[in-house]
């Protein structure tokens, strides 16, 4: 059963503009949310995480905003490089528990 | 400090082989967690280990199994390889803490041949 779900398998942007990954989560014991980037070769590293007490989280470029009620959270990054470019993944999991729970993953390909 | 250490980087082998991975954390990460990663898919929990003690398994068959040493690192096993084993296979380490994020290592790349 797929509890997250990110349902954009790819995402072109030019280089400056705004990126936008969306994430949805279907299990509503999920109160920790994160981000990770993957190059290919390598295994994914954290991005940027988000507790349910939080509605936004921000980071340098990279912003995470919540929507517990939607059960939808989104990745901003702002401005967009080319080395952003990389396999994106939603992830969620229980506080309770470390196992994660990941949606499928969104290619991002930043354009020069 | 280094960061997860996994090997083999690949590894390829036939039906009904038998396989060990392993996987070093960083220092000072207590917990290590399993993920298979299948082709474009996202990864999927195999196991975690935290001071030694299986803490959690995900739906994986019992040709799966798994273990950590005292120095916190750690094999995954897989007996009886079928095809569909074929994937990247994640290591992760984290503190411990409730909160703090896990750090993969590269992974090995297993194919099934």
């Not at chain 1, 997250?4 to 030019?14: E, G, I, R, T």
């Not at chain 1, 990745?75 to 992830?91: N, W």
């Not at chain 2, 290591?91 to 992974?107: I, K």
Request: with cysteine; hydrophobic share 30%; glycine share 8%.
């Amino acid at each position: 059963d797929q509890q997250v779900k990110q349902n954009s398998p790819s995402l072109s942007v030019q280089e400056g503009r705004i990126s936008i990954l969306n994430c949805d989560y279907t299990n509503s014991m999920f109160d920790y949310f994160l981000w990770y980037k993957k190059y290919p070769a390598e295994g994914p590293t954290f991005l940027i995480s988000i507790s349910s007490i939080k509605d936004k989280n921000e980071d340098g470029r990279f912003t995470v905003f919540l929507n517990k009620s939607a059960k939808h959270l989104s990745l901003h990054i702002v401005p967009s490089q080319p080395g952003d470019s990389a396999v994106y993944f939603c992830a969620a999991r229980n506080s309770n528990d470390y196992k994660l729970s990941f949606g499928a993953g969104t290619t991002v390909t930043v354009r020069a | 400090d280094a960061g997860v250490t996994q090997s083999p980087t690949h590894l390829i082998k036939t039906r009904g082989q038998q396989v060990t991975l392993r996987c070093s954390p960083i220092s000072g990460h207590k917990s290590v967690s399993w993920y298979q990663q299948v082709l474009g898919q996202g990864p999927q929990f195999i196991f975690q280990y935290y001071e030694k003690e299986e803490r959690g398994r995900g739906n994986f068959p019992d040709r799966f199994s798994a273990r950590q040493f005292p120095n916190y690192s750690s094999e995954l096993n897989v007996n009886a390889l079928l095809l569909g084993d074929s994937a990247l296979y994640l290591c992760a380490g984290t503190r411990g803490t409730v909160l703090s994020p896990l750090h993969f290592g590269n992974g090995t790349r297993l194919t099934v041949t």
